[in-house]
C-alpha cells in the first residue's frame, strides 16, 4: 500500500504561529516536514480566477493552520518512526 502523505492536526488550542514553532524545532532536529498545502481556494489559481481570498471559507483556514506532514516514505524505519513520534510529542 503506498500514501501521499501523513498529516497530523494539531487540536484546537494550537494557531498557525505554534504550528510553524513545531515545525522549525522539528526541521532543527533533522526532521523533514512541512505545513500541509494552503486550501485549495488560496492557490493561486483560484484566487485570480474567482476572487477567493482569506476569510472565505474559516473552517478551511483554520484546519490547514493547525496540519503537519511528517516524514512518510518506505525507507522510514520503525526507529526513525518512534524518533519523529517522540520528538513532535515533545513540542505539543
Known sequence: MSWFVFVVRLSDEYDQADR???LR???AR???CSNYFAPI??????????GYKPGDFPVCE???????ALPFHHELTE?????VCGELRKRL
Open 20 to 22: 510553524d514553532r513545531i
Open 25 to 27: 524545532e522539528l526541521d
Open 30 to 32: 533533522g526532521i523533514g
Open 41 to 50: 481556494h488560496l492557490q493561486p489559481f483560484y484566487v485570480e480566477q474567482f
Open 62 to 68: 483554520a484546519l490547514a493552520a493547525r496540519t503537519i
Open 79 to 83: 526507529e526513525d518512526v518512534d524518533r
